[in-house]
Structure formats: structure tokens, C-alpha cells
């Protein structure tokens, strides 16, 4: 019995591992790439076009990243299923692609069968997490709210406290209660320190 085909909107903005991505799958029965993406608006604006099977992503690329890219499927009632292919082995990761709606999560490091199969079983209706990944989610929960998430990700990205307070219209103040909360949680002794330890943590 022949494999069902399934097309594929292949996402990376490395263009070395983009082509090895393209050529490898290309030379799978049943697989074919329909397009590929340097960037996640040209990945979302490849996947209204083609309307694939599947969506193969990195998680961090220009403009959208992987994780956004899920959530726009979903929100525009897009059909394509997502399959995440990262070097990120974080549990917070993880965490965050299952809430947007991602049905697969693999690492790059990954044998191209493993991948492979982890792509047939998403197109299955299944979700697929490599079992390290699984393990690493339960065992590192996320403690931050989404408030002291956006700003940790704002300081992550050179923002002074005046401007996040600016920007998000709250006093800086409060700006100030809300990260030094975000600092005690990450047991960091600077603001800077606990966006990047959040930041590693998959947590942003």
C-alpha cells in the first residue's frame, strides 16, 4: 500500500539547511515541497497560497516566528498542520508551541527518518513530541505571567523601563513591581538576567 501524498511549505531562514531540508524530504515517496520560506510572513503568506498539508517550521525567524505561525493557521482557519524542527530542546518552547497549536515538535539533530516519520504522523491526525522535550515540559513550568512575559521580552530587546511604560501605557512604577516580581521568581539579580534566563528557558 502506497504512502498518501502530502505536501509540504517548508520554513527556515538559514538558506543551507533550508536547501538540505528541501532536498532531503523531495527525495521521500509520497513527500513533495510546495514551497519554501526564509521568513515567517513569506512561510504564512506560502501557506495561504499552496494551502499544504503541512507546515515545516523552525522556531525563530524573522518576523513571524514558528509559534506565530501556528496561531495565524489557526486563527485564519487554515488547514495546514504544524510541524516545529528546531535546535531549541527547551521544556518552555514546547510548552508554548502546544498552546499555539502546533502538532509536532522534532529537533534539527534528529535522523531525516525520524523526521520523516514525525511528518507522516502529523499529516495522520497525530501529535508527535520527541520524548526528551516531553519529559523537560512537566519538569519546567513556566512561572512567569503573560504580563511579566512581555516585559521581559521588551528589556530582552534593549527596552529602559520609561519606554515599556510608555508603550504599554502603565506607570513606571508599576513596570518596576512587575519585574523585579519576575526577577524573584528567576532568582535573578537583575532585570536583564531574568530576560535572558527566561529567554533560555523557552520561556519568551
Known sequence: MSEPNITVVLAEDQGMVLDA?????????GIEVVATATDGD????????HDPDV????????GRTGLDLAAD?????LRARVLIVTTFARGGYLRRALE??????????????????????VHAGEHVVT?????????????LTERERQLLAAVADGAT??????TLHLAE??????????????????????????RERGWL
Do not use: C
Open 131 to 143: 520524548p526528551a522535550l516531553a519529559l523537560a515540559a512537566w519538569d519546567q513550568a513556566n512561572p
Open 55 to 62: 507546515l515545516l517550521t523552525d522556531i525563530e525567524m524573522p
Open 21 to 29: 531540508f528541501a532536498s532531503l524530504l523531495g527525495l521521500q515517496p
Open 100 to 121: 499555539s497549536g502546533v502538532s509536532g515538535y522534532v529537533l534539527k539533530d534528529a535522523p531525516i527518518a525520524e523526521l520523516v516519520s514525525a511528518l507522516r504522523r
Open 42 to 49: 513569506a512561510a504564512l503568506a506560502a501557506v495561504r497560497e
Open 161 to 166: 523601563n520609561a519606554t515599556i511604560a510608555a
Open 173 to 198: 512604577g508599576t513596570v518596576r513591581n512587575y519585574l523585579s516580581t519576575a526577577m524573584a521568581k528567576l532568582a535573578a539579580r537583575t532585570r536583564t538576567e531574568a530576560a535572558h534566563t527566561a
Open 73 to 77: 493557521l489557526r486563527r485564519l482557519g
